[in-house]
């Protein structure tokens, strides 16, 4: 009985075997799918768990810096952060309570966001807010949600603001120019971005860096030729005429007589570079390259440098303008009022329509269309600025008397701020027309010679009188220095003819006359107040920009000054 049992309880020999097999094959199976698995999936697997956590990521490069000719920074660069998502990921494993706190922090509409990260799922990249400020950036962070992480990135400033906004411009959210020279050297400020490879979690978070595959190569730096400091006497001198004027705009332009460097070039309106909700088409234009206007009688020494090359003419050749008005054809020439008789001089100086016309009509054809073709007007200016007008002349000279009439003080012809400044740098710089430059040490046409140095003498002598006692520009004098210039105002054209109550008020000038060392601009359009005439109006703007101007680079005196602090007139140059 006993042994039967023990024949029942002896399990059968085959039952040993299956069971032998199962422990030694089992870990055989194993070795042979691992090494299966490194031998030849192995390249197939690793490239799978790459592409899960391992990502490329660019590394942004440093744009770069903007400075004036003293060194002092303009635009700059700031590393700042931006919030991106991998919607997936977010969607999939953020709570709704998360997505409740990371819309707090960013300022959304946490429905708006649920709805754009649900339409994106399929990207792996996308960003939520750019350029946060930081204790925004370190609050998204803290929440942890899934899938959120942070980009660093560039942001440009612009310290002076407003002051330069309209010749710096400004560059989009992705830091490349869209005005101005942040657009006309986007190519010279930009640099090339780098590479390199990161590892993620499952949250798609950067948890390391797992290799540089290219370092960033950042941009160069820009000097250019602007003064901050007489760029902010510019901009504020501008600023309070345009106020007190209740002009539309207005514009000043600051030249170096002979190099023609742009000193300073302010705008008004003008627009902060660094608030992206001013940056309006009507706002950050530069009118001074952009706008062109019929410039009246600020033209009018061109038109007596062409009577002086004619030969029958001198600065003391008598010229009758009475009665004050002169018919030409069915058109009437007219002045402020009658000046009787005048010498070519006194024509600049008391701003006669009448004598500047018949200087016109008694010289050949296309004389003073000739004269005006050469000192660049029509053209553009060379500047390279971005919306550089070239003017408007006629491509060729009139025969109409009417036209050459009119031509003589400036109607028919359009220039921009700086076509003027360059045409009176020419008679500044002993009759060479300089190549406008903003950039620094840049490349630029040689100047041209336009007149001789004694022409360009007469002409100075003869436009200082426009700012002595008796001349339309007594405004513009500075004491101490013999200033040499000339007014305009001048009607704007509507449609049916000329306006009876808008005009545009010009003084272009230049000290200290006797040997200028700046040219100086200004320009305000429509001002609506009691005064109108370019002296009282632009006059006391380009006194205070070239008196700054002259003192900041101790140019010394050209004149005598009596007791009052006033220049004596005809004083010997000292």
Do not use: C
């Not at 010749?167 to 190519?187: H, M, P």
């Not at 360059?422 to 008679?427: E, L, S």
């Amino acid at each position: 009985m006993s042994r039967r049992k023990t024949r029942l309880r002896t399990p059968p020999a085959w039952r040993r075997v299956v069971v032998l097999v199962l422990l030694l094959g089992l870990p055989a199976l194993l070795l042979a799918r691992a090494v299966s698995l490194q031998l030849f999936e192995g390249q197939f697997l690793q490239g799978q768990g790459d592409q899960r956590h391992l990502r490329v990521e660019s590394l942004p490069a440093h744009r770069g810096t903007i400075h004036d000719r003293q060194g002092e920074p303009l635009a700059i660069s700031a590393p700042v952060d931006s919030v991106w998502s991998d919607p997936g990921v977010t969607v999939d494993r953020a709570s709704a309570s998360e997505l409740r706190s990371l819309a707090r922090a960013l300022d959304l509409d946490s429905e708006q966001l649920r709805a754009d990260l649900a339409n994106r799922q399929s990207r792996e990249f996308f960003y939520l807010q750019r350029h946060v400020a930081p204790d925004v950036a370190d609050a998204v962070m803290a929440l942890d949600v899934p899938g959120i992480a942070l980009q660093r990135e560039y942001r440009r400033f612009y310290p002076t603001g407003e002051v330069t906004g309209h010749v710096l411009g400004f560059t989009n959210i992705d830091d490349r120019g869209q005005e101005g020279i942040e657009r006309a050297y986007d190519n010279w400020l930009s640099g090339e971005p780098g590479k390199k490879r990161v590892l993620r979690d499952r949250h798609g978070r950067t948890i390391e860096d797992v290799e540089r595959l290219t370092e960033p190569d950042p941009g160069r730096d820009l000097a250019l030729t602007l003064d901050k400091r007489l760029q902010y006497v510019a901009y504020r001198e501008l600023t309070s005429a345009v106020e007190r004027h209740d002009a539309v705009s207005g514009s000043v332009v600051l030249l170096d007589a002979d190099s023609g460097d742009i000193l300073a070039m302010a705008n008004r309106p003008s627009f902060n570079p660094n608030r992206r909700s001013e940056l309006t088409g009507d706002r950050y234009r530069n009118r001074a390259v952009t706008d062109s206007y019929e410039p009246g009688s600020v033209m009018k020494p061109f038109t007596i440098l062409a009577a002086l090359r004619s030969g029958r003419y001198e600065p003391q050749t008598p010229i009758d303008t009475a009665p004050g008005v002169m018919q030409v054809g069915r058109h009437s020439v007219r002045d402020v009022r009658d000046f009787g008789e005048l010498t070519v001089t006194g024509v600049l100086r008391k701003s006669s329509n009448v004598g500047a016309a018949q200087i016109a009509l008694s010289l050949d054809e296309g004389r003073v269309w000739k004269t005006l073709n050469e000192l660049g007007i029509g053209s553009p200016t060379g500047l390279g600025f971005p919306g550089d007008s070239a003017g408007s002349l006629s491509a060729m000279p009139s025969r109409r008397p009417v036209e050459r009439a009119t031509l003589a003080f400036g109607y028919g012809v359009s220039v921009t701020s700086l076509h003027l400044a360059r045409a009176y740098a020419a008679i500044a710089s002993g009759g060479e027309l300089p190549t406008p430059a903003l950039i620094a040490e840049g490349r630029r046409s040689p100047p041209e010679r336009v007149m001789t140095a004694e022409r360009a003498r007469q002409l100075r002598e003869m436009l200082t009188t426009v700012t002595e006692p008796g001349g339309t520009a007594t405004q513009a004098a500075i004491p101490g220095y013999r200033v040499a210039g000339k007014t305009g105002t001048s009607r704007k054209a509507v449609a049916g003819g000329y306006a009876d109550d808008r005009y545009i008020s010009t003084f272009a000038g230049m000290a200290p006359a006797t040997d200028p060392r700046f040219v100086a601009v200004v320009t305000i359009n429509e001002p609506r107040g009691e005064d109108y005439y370019a002296g009282p109006v632009a006059g006391p703007v380009f006194r205070a920009v070239m008196s700054d101007a002259l003192r900041l680079y101790n140019v010394m005196p050209d004149t005598p000054v009596d007791e009052a602090g006033m220049t004596v007139a005809g004083g010997d140059p000292s």
